[in-house]
């Protein structure tokens, strides 16, 4: 019998230091709206997304770089910052050709702190891109995490049902023995007819976050599949195109 790699998912990055990172292709989940505004700049043409862990660093490097400084703090344009965590500000005539220098409430921290713990490869993860996400996974055939952001350390339905439809289409390659990817993958065999209704009807925090914004259109979009189907991977400091 061959030896399968494995797959665990951590719900939380407060749950990350319970898993070998080390050892692992770490998947980075942010599906509202981080990852998924990542894969969509990469896949307009931006030359490279660089993750950072602060405004200020967001702001310094912007400067140094002459980059597009962008990103959010729960949900809104963080203050001394360009642009947002959305998808859609930045079309391909906007972005081509630029780096986008992003900070995030959730996504870019994690990434950073899967940095920390070593990780072996860091990607990003979104439903835009989900089927990029698992053919290279399958491809690998090295042990995976499936990292979701979350909110602020707490478990959230959207990072989950992403990690259950990653689940769903590579579980024959891998041993899963993880009850958070038996959960993750239950959940998203329940809600995958309709995501954005299930958001809704299991009353989801960050929905209603965005939904106060009305960001209607952005929860819609970032919950499609493969509206901008890249592969982001990080080197040295920045995400790329595969």
């Known amino acids: 019998m061959e030896n399968k790699p494995v797959l665990y998912t951590s719900l939380s990055p407060s749950l990350l230091n319970l898993y070998d990172v080390s050892n692992s292709i770490v998947v980075i989940i942010d599906v509202l709206r981080a990852t998924s505004t990542i894969a969509t700049a990469l896949y307009n043409g931006a030359r490279s997304v660089i993750p950072v862990d602060s405004v200020l660093r967001c ?30 500000e930045y079309p391909r005539e906007f972005v081509d050709g630029k780096t986008l220098v992003l900070t995030t409430t959730n996504g870019t921290r994690l990434l950073h702190m899967a940095l920390d713990k070593g990780a072996k490869e860091i990607i ?38 992403f990690a259950g439809a990653v689940i769903s289409r590579v579980r024959d390659h891998f041993l899963i023995n993880c009850d958070s990817s038996h959960i993750a993958e239950a959940m998203y065999e329940k809600g995958k007819k309709d995501l954005f209704a299930f958001l809704k009807k299991s009353d989801a925090s ?34 790329l195109v595969k």
């Open 124 to 161: 990003t993860g979104s439903f835009p891109n989900l089927s990029a996400v698992c053919d290279h996974l399958i491809e690998k055939k090295q042990n995976v995490i499936l990292g979701c952001a979350a909110w602020k350390d707490r478990v959230n339905i959207e990072d989950t049902l």
């Open 206 to 239: 960050h929905y209603h976050r965005l939904m106060n914004f009305g960001l209607e259109k952005d929860i819609r979009y970032c919950l499609t599949a493969d509206g901008a189907n890249v592969l982001p991977i990080y080197k040295e400091g920045k995400l």
């Open 59 to 88: 702001i310094e490097i912007g400067r140094q770089i002459q980059g597009v400084t962008a990103g959010e703090r729960d949900g809104r344009i963080a203050e001394g910052l360009e642009y947002g965590n959305s998808p859609f």
